[in-house]
């Protein structure tokens, strides 16, 4: 028998074709000329892919086409991010911007950092400029809330306001001098670009007034600051009798006459009617005198509400008539007949 031999298979000159690969390449990563990486240049290999095929990669949605007329072979396939530069954020376009600032290919390091420091300068310019500029200064002022304040002082304030940029005035100084005005509790300043200003003012309430021995009415709020000296009598608010001191608008009162206004705003609606005023005796004694004549003596100016508790379940319990005078100023109430 003859010897069977297998068969040799010749060498094919035929390239073995090298396995696809995708490479994708980021428009940030460095060139193999740039000068800043000499590595690159050396290697004449770094970042590339001589045995790649090039892909291209799209967004469907970011095409006039459907996927559908997209082409299936390998060679061809296309994906692109549909992302444009007009969609990006304010911010990340100022990011992105600043980013190729510091990067700059091709330029040393010094002629960076000139270039960001003339950038900065510039910008600091005109921020200055536009701050100096009439078109952002104050033409137009609202006042709000004003009914007792002082017209003049108003008017002063807002002519130092106008005339200046609504981003740099001193309204901290503005609110200050207000608030010199007895009648003004609080003031807020506001500015609007281009040219407007807004006064917010928030008055004390006015809630009772005395005589002084000068024969002038003293107007008072809750807190017995003196809100206006008047030659008049005020009568649209509660009256404190007796005799108080000469004391000029902006000045505190004693207690006593505090806790009278406290009171006289406290009064409930079913009793005021029947009040005719309230009244301070001696340094601590506050009364309160009704329609009738009776006198409601509340004795020092301390657990004002409980007396006044007190004084408001008797006169409902009893005949206002057949009441001479009621005295709270132990706690206990004590009731006299005429």
Do not use: C
Request: hydrophobic share 40%.
């Amino acid at each position: 028998t003859s010897n069977q031999t297998s068969p040799t298979l010749a060498p094919s000159n035929k390239p073995v074709q090298p396995a696809e690969r995708v490479v994708i390449v980021d428009d940030d990563l460095r060139i193999v000329t740039d000068d800043d990486f000499p590595a690159d240049t050396m290697s004449q290999s770094v970042h590339r892919a001589p045995t790649s095929t090039r892909v291209a990669i799209f967004d469907d949605e970011s095409l006039p086409g459907s996927s559908d007329d997209s082409d299936d072979s390998a060679d061809s396939a296309v994906i692109i991010d549909g992302t444009a530069w007009t969609e990006l954020s304010f911010a990340r376009r100022v990011i992105n911007g600043t980013k190729q600032l510091f990067t700059m290919r091709g330029v040393n390091r010094r002629k960076q950092l000139l270039v960001v420091g003339s950038s900065l300068v510039a910008s600091v310019v005109f921020v200055l400029i536009v701050l100096a500029s009439p078109l952002v200064a104050v033409r137009n002022i609202d006042i709000e809330g004003a009914k007792y304040a002082n017209a003049t002082l108003i008017e002063t304030v807002s002519k130092s306001l106008r005339g200046k940029s609504v981003l740099t005035v001193d309204t901290n100084a503005a609110q200050k001098l207000l608030e010199t005005d007895p009648w003004i509790e609080s003031v807020r300043i506001k500015t609007y670009l281009p040219s407007r200003a807004v006064i917010e003012i928030n008055e004390r309430v006015p809630v009772a007034w005395f005589l002084g021995v000068d024969n002038q009415g003293r107007v008072i709020d809750q807190d017995g600051r003196v809100l206006a000296v008047v030659n008049g009598r005020p009568t649209e608010y509660m009256l404190i009798d007796g005799i108080g001191p000469n004391l000029i608008a902006g000045a505190m009162a004693s207690e006593s006459y505090k806790a009278a206004a406290q009171l006289a705003i406290s009064l409930p609606d079913e009793i005021r009617p029947v009040v005719k005023n309230m009244g301070v005796n001696g340094p601590n004694q506050v009364t309160m005198t009704l329609l009738t004549g009776a006198v409601v003596k509340f004795g020092e100016p301390e657990d004002l509400r409980n007396k006044l508790v007190n004084v408001v379940v008797i006169l409902r319990r009893q005949d206002i008539n057949q009441i001479a005078g009621i005295d709270v100023s132990s706690g206990t109430p004590v009731v006299s007949s005429p």
